[in-house]
């Protein structure tokens, strides 16, 4: 009965790497977003996805790329990974957008690259 | 999954009104982190709390580490328009293997005119 559920919730990998962290929500939610939370605890939006469509892309390297196949589902690709990538992302969803609405979070992916 | 309990879930006050809030769990951690956001923006860093019984101050905001550890509480004294928003807490517990931080589901702050 997850609400927001994240895989994998660890992730080493060689600079370098493609990988992706998929996120999924059960809660019938409209709007999902990335998060990426740095050494020091803060949130950063990365991206913000309404009834699949982008939202909100804020100044992130293109080498991150979201991906949402319907409304429940908003993936996370990252290639050609770097040092400055290790963090905990996570994953969030709301009914709506605006920010008017409570952000369900996922459990996080602690993503460490080597 | 497991969630903290975070109340109330909504408040009403007037301006210049203290404000307080908490989190509880049943599991302990090692971390509390306290963020607002404002509405079409991200969550933002209020306080971070490292140790059971820290009392830590962030000007008008004063958040403690449970001496449990399986609660925190956030205070906001002499409320303003500005602090209007979503207050979440969450809980982290990095030890050995372990490492899992889990938010609260929010508290809604509404100022009255």
């Known amino acids: 009965d997850t609400a927001v559920s994240q895989t994998p919730k660890y992730l080493v990998t060689q600079m370098g790497n493609d990988k992706s962290i998929k996120c999924e929500q059960n809660?019938?939610?409209?709007?999902m977003y990335w998060y990426k939370q740095d050494s020091k605890k803060f949130l950063k939006i990365m991206f913000s996805?309404?009834?699949?469509?982008l939202i909100i892309n804020e100044t992130v390297p293109n080498r991150f790329s979201p991906k949402s196949p319907d409304k429940a589902h908003l993936n996370l690709h990252i290639n050609s990974l770097e040092l400055g990538d290790s963090a905990v992302y996570f994953c969030?969803?709301?009914?709506?957008w605006g920010g008017g609405d409570t952000q369900y979070f996922g459990p996080g992916t602690r993503l460490t690259v080597l | 999954g497991q969630q903290l309990n975070q109340n109330p879930q909504s408040m009403f006050i007037q301006e210049g009104e203290d404000v307080s809030m908490n989190c509880t769990s049943s599991?302990?951690?090692?971390?509390w982190l306290w963020y607002k956001q404002d509405p079409g923006e991200g969550p933002v860093l209020l306080i971070a709390?490292?140790?059971?019984?820290e009392l830590t101050s962030n000007g008008r905001l004063t958040a403690q580490f449970g001496i449990t550890r399986k609660d925190s509480f956030l205070n906001i004294s002499a409320s303003i328009p500005s602090d209007v928003g979503i207050y979440f807490c969450?809980?982290?517990?990095?030890?050995?293997?372990?490492?899992?931080?889990?938010f609260g589901k929010g508290t809604r702050l509404h100022i009255l005119p």
């Open positions: 599991s302990i951690f090692n971390t």
């Open positions: 969030a969803s709301s009914q709506d």
């Open positions: 969450a809980g982290q517990l990095i030890m050995n293997r372990d490492d899992k931080i889990i």
């Open positions: 996805y309404n009834n699949k469509e």
């Open positions: 709390l490292y140790k059971a019984g």
């Open positions: 809660l019938g939610h409209d709007t």
